[in-house]
């Protein structure tokens, strides 16, 4: 796989080495810009070393140079950006952009962050790796959250709903709707991988997650709503691989992947001794905790063995007294990333607008050509296709499959109902495959 690979890792090294936090007011800027190139490689570099199961370099790198906080503060930066900047910048009167590449950049930047973040986190190095950023990266992901559950009131964004007469602004902003969802769900990916982490955490993080944010009760609104599943014309819809799928009706029943993180998210916050002593269930954690019973069915305990245990704290708890409110005698660690940013451009929004209007967003058609060009060599889309491994096929109808023959695991089928057609070809095959195997 060594063809494979998008950098050397000298200039892996390199890149994760040079990584820094920018001002507001330089986002968007020349040197700003090649970071964010930077962070796309190294984005895609690491999701080719996960998916080419080789070694993982560039979270050992991100340990090594102590570069998570870096990417801490980056995704929280952004953020403000988006929030405080951008708003602003639409209304400025000169605004009138004929071409919003170089501002998607800048709203891209903080999906860019996260992702990677998602990827390398899975490491439990990686995570002890952000220290006391790991404060603001929980405020973050429950800022997320929050706006998950918020979302389910009034739908979510979709690809289809464009106007063919909309301005380039207008199709911008509706794309960074659609990111925004996206990035909620890899926060809520990225929080998951925090909790496995639960019983070597600070006791302020652990603190601040059970009783300042109250995040099993938060996950417990999400279950029950599952924003990322929807009904559209009478099918069950999910959103996966960045976009909405049809789930077929016996694939209903399967546990998503983001249902699936927010079982163990709960699990390890609910299970572990530390965080059991530590969270206080009041009356109201304990009604909605208790509400996951309903969801514990037998096809969810068999997909998830473990969530047994889960099913016996809560038998234990639905007959424990309530606890009352009470004072955490643990000293508070208040994140600091938001409140400082915010503090050192509290009253300048308009200015930084006004200075990327001129120095930023408004570029020529030949810095434009090079910006493509240099994305263009960015993305190395033909890296990704050729090391990802290509989806199976129905061997009925030959269309995407999701479900294996369970006796010889050779043949995919995209339904029960080509599996059965099929059966009369397969047959043969299928009986001389499993009595082979148990011939070895």
């Known amino acids: 796989m060594g063809d494979l690979e998008l950098l050397l890792p000298g200039e892996a090294d390199v890149l994760v080495r040079g990584l820094r936090s920018f001002q507001l007011r330089e986002m968007g800027s020349e040197e700003w810009s090649q970071q964010h190139e930077h962070l796309e490689k190294l984005n895609m570099q690491a999701i080719l070393d996960a998916t080419a199961s080789q070694g993982e370099p560039i979270q050992e790198l991100l340990v ?6 870096t990417l801490v503060e980056e995704l929280i930066a952004v953020e403000m950006w988006k929030q405080k900047v951008f708003p602003v910048l639409c209304k400025l009167e000169d605004f009138k952009p004929q071409n919003t590449f170089p501002i998607y950049m800048v709203v891209h930047h903080e999906a860019s962050i996260i992702n990677l973040l998602e990827t390398v986190f899975f490491h439990k190095e990686v995570c002890e790796s952000a220290e006391d950023t790991i404060l603001d990266l929980v405020d973050y992901c429950h800022r997320k959250l929050t706006l998950l559950v918020a979302r389910t009131s009034r739908g979510v964004p979709s690809e289809e709903e464009e106007s063919q007469d909309s301005t380039p602004m207008q199709e911008l902003q509706k794309q960074a709707e659609l990111m925004e969802f996206e990035i909620s769900l890899k926060a809520l990916s990225v929080l998951r991988y925090i909790t496995d982490c639960v019983d070597s955490l600070a006791l302020n993080t652990l603190s601040r ?4 944010h109250n995040l099993p009760c938060l996950l417990v609104e999400l ?3 599952s924003p990322w599943t929807r009904q559209e014309e009478g099918t069950l819809q999910r959103f996966e691989g960045g976009r909405w799928q049809t789930v077929v009706p016996l694939e209903q029943q399967k546990l998503s992947k983001l249902d ?3 079982w163990i998210a709960l699990y390890n916050l609910l299970l572990c001794p530390e965080a059991q002593a530590r969270y206080c269930f009041t009356s109201f954690a304990k009604g909605q905790l208790l509400k996951l ?4 069915t037998d096809t969810l305990l068999d997909q998830l063995p473990n969530l047994a245990d889960l099913k016996d704290f809560l038998a ?3 007959l424990a007294e309530t606890q009352t409110p009470k004072k955490d005698l643990v000293l508070e660690q208040i994140p600091e990333i938001w409140e400082r940013l915010e503090r050192e451009n509290k009253g300048k929004w308009q200015a930084i607008a006004k200075h990327q209007l001129q120095h930023v967003f408004s570029p020529s058609e030949q810095d434009l050509r090079l910006q493509a060009r240099r994305w263009a060599e960015t993305y190395r889309l033909d890296l990704l296709e050729a090391v990802a491994p290509e989806r199976p096929r129905c061997a009925s109808c030959n269309s995407e499959a999701s ?3 369970s006796r010889c695991q050779n043949e995919w089928y995209c339904c029960r109902e080509c599996q059965v057609k099929h059966w009369e070809k397969h047959k043969k095959a299928c009986v001389l495959a499993v009595h082979g195997d148990r011939a070895k």
């Open 64 to 69: 090594t140079h102590g570069k998570t906080p």
């Open 209 to 212: 997650m059970l009783n300042t």
């Open 223 to 225: 279950l029950q709503h």
């Open 260 to 262: 699936g993180q927010v």
């Open 293 to 296: 019973r309903a969801l514990l």
């Open 316 to 318: 234990h708890l639905a």
């Open 403 to 405: 479900k294996r023959c």
